[in-house]
T-cell receptor
Framework: AQTVTQSQPEMSVQEAETVTLSCTYD???????LFWYKQPPSRQMILVIR??????QNATENRFSVNFQKAAKSFSLKISDSQLGDTAMYFC???????????FGGGTRLMVKP | GAGVSQTPSNKVTEKGKYVELRCDPI?????LYWYRQSLGQGPEFLIY????????DSGLPNDRFFAVRPEGSVSTLKIQRTERGDSAVYLC?????????????FGPGTRLTVL
């Protein structure tokens, strides 16, 4: 079974600054995908970024990038130039290549302050 | 095109009652997933469908929970004899197919409150 741990229940950052959210996971699988989802107050989960475990290069999507350390089973999300609209819950999630269901961490509440 | 929709948005019921939660997936998506998100936690997998059949229902907590997808589109999650511990947001997601290459698109969820 897989587990995903987010050790920061809450984080805050000033607008335009950079913030990093942490995630660690545990699995015996070698081939898997990792994701960061954003959940605003509307409750709808929105995919922010994904990383394939076999790729060494860290994924980047505009202001969002990840630091994927496979050996350490760590997958952190960096948000650059934080905007007020980034305020939300952020969930790290895992899926192994042969699987279909996502395993989520407990979430980090991010507040961007003006 | 429309995204995943879920009805009702909020449902308040009394302990012991029966409830049905509905999910309308994105048109053409063959895979449909149900997750449950308790307060302050991440979503937990309940069940997923490929077409009309439940391909994996290992996340259903007990036999009070049941889900159907009779025509391979709309799905209904049914909870019998509701308990206060069933209070949570129930999220539905759909994808073009199963497997990791197909992104799961989530609906806004149904917040169930059992009094």
């Amino acid at each position: 079974a897989q587990t995903v741990t987010q050790s920061q229940p809450e984080m805050s950052v000033q607008e335009a600054e950079t913030v990093t959210l942490s995630c660690t996971y545990d699995t015996s699988e070698n081939n898997y995908y990792l994701f960061w989802y954003k959940q605003p107050p509307s409750r709808q989960m929105i995919l922010v970024i994904r990383q394939e475990a076999y790729k060494q290069q860290n994924a980047t999507e505009n202001r969002f990038s990840v630091n994927f350390q496979k050996a350490a089973k760590s997958f952190s999300l960096k948000i650059s130039d934080s905007q007020l609209g980034d305020t939300a819950m952020y969930f790290c999630a895992f899926i192994h290549n042969a699987g279909n269901m996502l395993t989520f961490g407990g979430g980090t509440r991010l507040m961007v302050k003006p | 095109g429309a995204g995943v929709s879920q009805t009702p948005s909020n449902k308040v019921t009394e302990k012991g009652k029966y409830v049905e939660l509905r999910c309308d997936p994105i048109s053409g998506h063959t895979a449909l997933y149900w997750y449950r998100q308790s307060l302050g936690q991440g979503p937990e997998f309940l069940i997923y469908f490929q077409g009309t059949g439940a391909a994996d229902d290992s996340g259903l907590p007990n036999d009070r929970f049941f889900a159907v997808r009779p025509e391979g589109s709309v799905s209904t999650l049914k909870i019998q004899r509701t308990e206060r511990g069933d209070s949570a947001v129930y999220l539905c997601a759909s994808s073009l197919g199963t497997g990791v290459y197909n992104e799961q698109f989530f609906g806004p969820g149904t917040r169930l409150t059992v009094l």
